[in-house]
């Protein structure tokens, strides 16, 4: 993105994301390899994620609670809706721990 020119720094990034994909895939199908549709997802996520946090640094005037409160919703949103495509309808009830918050009704 803008915020990485230099090879090294992509890399790092590169290997730092791979790391991330893997510990959330691992958490969502602890049992068996995460699907392709789940591990796409939370790769598109931590690019959003990426791209809030840089936002949020460069003082876009949105508080830490929201931030946190953004980035935890849209990966479960991510994840739920990865579930649904896949097909994995009962494994979403088991998401319900991760952030209840995001499933009740307010």
């Known amino acids: 993105g803008r915020h990485s020119v230099d090879e090294d720094v992509r890399a790092a990034v590169r290997e730092n ?10 958490l969502v199908s602890p049992g068996a390899p995460a699907s392709e549709t789940i591990r796409l997802g939370i790769e ?3 690019a959003m994620l990426d791209t809030m946090l840089l936002e949020w640094l460069d003082g876009s005037g949105v ?10 919703g849209s990966l479960v949103g ?3 809706t990865a579930l649904q495509a896949d097909g994995q309808i009962e494994q979403i ?9 995001v499933f009740s009704s307010r």
């Open 44 to 46: 598109g996520w931590i």
């Open 63 to 72: 508080s830490r609670e929201a931030l946190v409160q953004l980035a935890c």
């Open 78 to 80: 991510t994840i739920v």
């Open 93 to 101: 009830e088991q998401m319900r721990h991760l952030s209840p918050g």
């Open 17 to 26: 994301r791979d790391a991330q994909v893997a510990r959330i895939c691992a």
